[in-house]
């Protein structure tokens, strides 16, 4: 009993080491094993998701006029699940591009209100949502997810990646497939959306 308590508690304090506050003044920086979750709540004009070799979340920022704005754009990282959640805000985010690292094997769930959003090398489930603007997502290999949707409500779908042709009228996309084992869902309220 005194060992599942000991480890109990360590657990707790490992979660809230954990748990860390910054501005786009200095970033941010943790440690994430292969295969976890992340979950990120964003705004940007610009961000660019990349799967990494290494087993961290990194999340860095950079500004195309007004780089003093930097310590006013919080970043605040807290355990959620199997992972982190990752959430940015204030400043003005057209002028804010964010380049976030994960492992290449992540279950990312994304919400960004808008900008241009790429996500790419990331392999495992996808969950992502963005309000207005363009979304890009590099999705791998298709045999590997075994359901996949896409859709806009106003705008542009293109999912090449599936087979599917671009059709301007047609605003959603999906296809199963019971030998894969990822789930891709991905929607843009107003914009374009490409699976490549």
């Known amino acids: 009993m005194r060992r599942l308590t000991i480890a109990l508690v360590l657990a707790a304090c490992n979660a809230i080491a954990q748990e860390a506050q910054a501005t786009c003044a200095k970033g941010l920086i943790a440690d994430l094993a292969s295969g976890s979750d992340v979950i990120l709540n964003l705004q940007a004009n ?6 990494a070799e290494q087993n961290r ?33 204030g400043g003005r985010s057209r002028d804010l591009h964010l380049r976030i690292e994960v492992p290449k094997n992540t279950n990312l769930v ?42 806009v409500r ?3 779908l293109n999912a090449f990646a599936f087979g599917s042709a671009r059709d301007r009228w047609n605003r959603h996309f999906e296809k199963d497939n019971p030998a894969g084992k990822y789930r891709l869902h991905a929607h843009v309220g107003f914009g374009s959306l490409v699976l490549q």
Not at 46 to 51: C, K, S, V
Not at 124 to 132: E, I, Q, T
Not at 138 to 143: E, F, I
């Open 110 to 151: 994304m919400r960004a209100r808008s900008g241009d959003v790429r996500i790419d090398s990331v392999i495992g489930n996808k969950d992502v949502a963005l309000k207005s603007g363009d979304l890009t997502i590099a999705v791998g290999n298709p045999a590997d997810y075994s359901h996949a949707d896409a859709s």
């Open 46 to 51: 610009e961000i660019d998701i990349w799967g």
């Open 57 to 89: 979340i990194r999340v860095s920022c950079d500004f195309r006029e007004r780089a003093a704005q930097a310590p006013q754009v919080k970043l605040e990282l807290k355990p959620a699940g199997k992972g982190y959640a990752v959430t940015v805000e």
């Open 154 to 156: 106003m705008g542009d």
